[in-house]
């Protein structure tokens, strides 16, 4: 794989895909590659008595929403770099920065599925702007 790589947060959300657009034709032009980043973790509101999906569903929607991104853009018409899928348990912004440590970019979405969550907590892009070590670019939807 290409030393030259660039991050990519995927979440199966409109402007995760149109940041991995964005990824694909960045990592074309340096020669190098991309690695979409999928994070997973439990809802605040569920609970080990019961709540709305099993443990491993949880898991299973995240790799489904990450393999069904890529699988789309890999389909389109778009530049032909290496794609590396990874799926990470844990909060989607540190997961990011994790996977961003010795990248050339990191890019997010101006917009995910954690609409409340991320009020609640800090949107991942702004605490990736924030935090990451390498340039991260923010893609409008």
């Known amino acids: ?3 030259r790589k ?4 995927v979440d199966g959300s409109d402007p995760s895909k149109c940041a991995l657009r964005w990824a694909v034709r960045q ?6 590659s991309v690695h979409a980043v999928g994070a997973w973790e439990f809802p605040a509101f569920y609970s080990w008595e019961g709540g709305p999906m099993p443990p491993d569903d949880f898991e299973d929607a995240a790799r489904k929403a990450l393999d069904d991104a890529v699988d789309q853009i890999e389909d389109e018409d778009l530049p032909r770099v290496p794609i590396e899928r990874t799926l990470t ?7 990011l920065l994790d996977a961003a440590e010795g990248a050339e970019l990191l890019v997010v979405g101006s917009r995910g599925h954690g609409s409340f ?7 991942v892009s702004q605490r990736c702007a924030v ?10 939807y």
């Open 6 to 9: 660039i991050v990519v947060g």
């Open 1 to 3: 794989m290409s030393e």
């Open 89 to 95: 348990h844990g909060h989607a912004a540190q997961a």
């Open 27 to 32: 990592a074309a032009l340096l020669d190098g």
């Open 131 to 140: 935090h990451a070590k390498c340039p991260v670019v923010i893609v409008r």
């Open 117 to 123: 969550y991320g009020a609640l907590l800090g949107s």
